[in-house]
């Protein structure tokens, strides 16, 4: 075994290929960009690179394509709260019997917790095994299935996103669905992010954010 983390980690990535058969995993490009996000994550968070993989809840003897998801939501995270303007930003390793968020951060002079989940591929309503498209496909949230998963997931997580004392609370929500990404634009991502907060009801110092990775990532309410 070699004491070079990313060469760990791509090792990591061959096994999930094997055992999934999904081509994704090997193409250079992706390899290079989840090398690179790592390696800026890194940086922006002041942590060593196993630190930093150990505190974004990577597990490297989990081979699923969920896995690896979920731990690219965290990553995908730490991106997203900069470019919001966020400072400090600090991912928390789990712990088994104390819930805790999966960040903190500051936001000016306001503390943050940070709560991470994703939306993917199995989320989707159904395709048609034959012509391989969507049937009745939603594109949006609301009375779709993506609705329901998202208010079912948040609800779960929302004792995690509590157990930090902070003034902002967020509930950040990493959609890996193509037909969602590819049919909204930043004004109907806005809608939706504003329209789940609402069915959540859970008070002003919350907040809902979508993470779409097209630049059509929001928050609602808008940070002050």
């Not at 496909?137 to 929302?158: L, Y």
């Not at 809608?191 to 990775?213: Q, R, S």
Request: hydrophobic letters at 40%.
């Amino acid at each position: 075994m070699t004491d070079d983390p990313s060469k760990r980690f791509i090792d990591y990535l061959d096994q999930l290929h094997l055992k999934t058969n999904d081509d994704r995993l090997v193409e250079p490009k992706v390899r290079s960009s989840i090398l690179t996000k790592i390696d800026e994550a890194c940086k922006i968070t002041s942590l060593e690179y196993d630190d930093l993989l150990q505190r974004l809840d990577f597990r490297p003897k989990d081979l699923t394509i969920e896995a690896l998801e979920a731990f690219l939501a965290e990553l995908r995270a730490i991106f997203w709260l900069r470019d919001f303007g966020f400072i400090d930003i600090m991912p928390l390793k789990a712990l088994k019997k104390v819930p805790r968020p999966d960040f903190y951060a500051k936001y000016k002079d306001k503390s943050s917790t940070v709560e991470v989940f994703c939306l993917t591929e199995t989320h989707e309503q159904q395709r048609d095994s034959a012509l391989k498209v969507y049937v009745n496909f939603n594109p949006g949230f609301k009375e779709s299935k993506f609705e329901r998963d998202f208010i079912s997931k948040a609800a779960s997580k929302k004792v995690q996103l509590d157990s930090g004392q902070s003034e902002l609370k967020i509930m950040l929500c990493v959609i890996n669905s193509n037909p969602i990404i590819r049919l909204n634009t930043k004004k109907e991502m806005e809608g939706y992010a504003e329209y789940l907060y609402k069915m959540l009801n859970w008070g002003k110092n919350y907040h809902v954010g979508l993470l779409t990775g097209l630049k059509d990532d929001v928050i609602f309410p808008a940070l002050m």
